[in-house]
């Protein structure tokens, strides 16, 4: 990869950006505050853009360039719809001072958003019945997971709902990084189960074993993952080790907490590009944080009975 040295000079008369503000997410914060560094384009595509800022900051180093009615990733700014020019510059791309520049844009953030939804406490059986709506929605969507019938995702489930921590590290190697595209099946699949281990699974008493094991596949996901996965992929899986979420996947996530409702936004998710992997995801990690709470609650039954 090639990456320039310092930032970009001022664009070409005839070529001056087209100025629009920006709601950015927090993931970003200190890579968009920061001091102004140079990046590089990814992908530039009619949905979004990709833009990378190598290994000068810590993860995410990608930022996802995204119009209101797109997927909101969770390293996101939102900005209104825009046309991209039919030659973009990779090298022409910079970010800090609140602002970032690319494909002809000149993005001002304006407002940020949080891609860490919070839970109060949580009952099992609320959560039960909402694993249970979302695993049925996703049973009827008509987009199936991009890895669907293949034995990794399969083994990952069984994995982690019987608390197999060697067995959950190696099915979650196997799987990053696993599929084509810029955020590939595996990647999205690990990202909800994660999420639904740390951020479900820490919300219900006796969860703190859901925790215990997002805390491991986390540090597996995420260990190499610049040269495991793609450079998106790999943001990602540190955005979902950390809590954070596409808002799509945040809103399901408070509708299967009975915080919110549930169909609409499953349906909105399973509808997007990575919605079938990463509701696949939610639903596997929902169900392990579930048998994990009960069979560390007969442990602890078990032991006070003992003494």
């Given at each position: ?9 001022p ?40 833009l ?10 990608v ?32 970010a ?52 669907a ?8 489930a ?76 790999a ?29 609409p936004p ?31 609650g ?10």
């Amino acid at each position: 990869m090639v990456y320039v040295s310092g930032p970009p000079g001022p664009p070409p008369a005839g070529d001056t950006p087209t100025a629009t503000a920006g709601v950015a997410s927090l993931a970003v914060r200190d890579l968009v505050r920061g001091a102004r560094r140079p990046g590089r384009v990814l992908a530039a595509l009619p949905h979004a853009l990709y833009l990378e800022f190598a290994d000068t900051v810590p993860e995410p180093r990608v930022i996802a360039i995204s119009p209101p009615d797109a997927i909101r990733l969770p390293n996101a700014i939102i900005t209104g719809p825009w046309e991209v020019p039919p030659a973009v510059d990779a090298e022409q791309c910079w970010a800090g001072g609140d602002r970032v520049m690319a494909c002809g844009l000149d993005i001002r953030i304006v407002r940020w958003w949080d891609p860490s939804p919070v839970f109060g406490p949580l009952s099992r059986a609320r959560l039960d019945y909402g694993y249970g709506v979302l695993a049925r929605l996703c049973a009827a969507a008509e987009q199936a997971p991009g890895l669907a019938g293949q034995d990794g995702p399969a083994q990952l489930a069984a994995c982690c709902a019987s608390g197999d921590l060697a067995g959950a590290v190696e099915a979650t190697e196997r799987l990053v990084g696993l599929g084509p595209g810029l955020i590939p099946s595996g990647d999205s699949m690990v990202s909800g189960v994660l999420l639904a281990l740390r951020l479900l699974g820490g919300a219900i008493s006796g969860g703190t074993r859901a925790v215990w094991l997002a805390n491991w596949l986390s540090a597996s996901a995420t260990c190499y993952a610049g040269q495991r996965t793609t450079a998106l992929g790999a943001s990602l899986l540190h955005c979902a080790a950390n809590g954070q979420a596409a808002a799509e996947v945040s809103a399901v996530l408070l509708g299967m907490a009975g915080q919110e409702p549930l169909e609409p936004p499953a349906a909105r998710l399973l509808a997007a590009v990575p919605g079938a992997d990463l509701a696949w995801g939610l639903v596997a990690g929902c169900r392990a944080a579930l048998l994990l709470s009960v069979s560390l609650g007969r442990d602890h039954s078990a032991y006070r009975a003992a003494v």
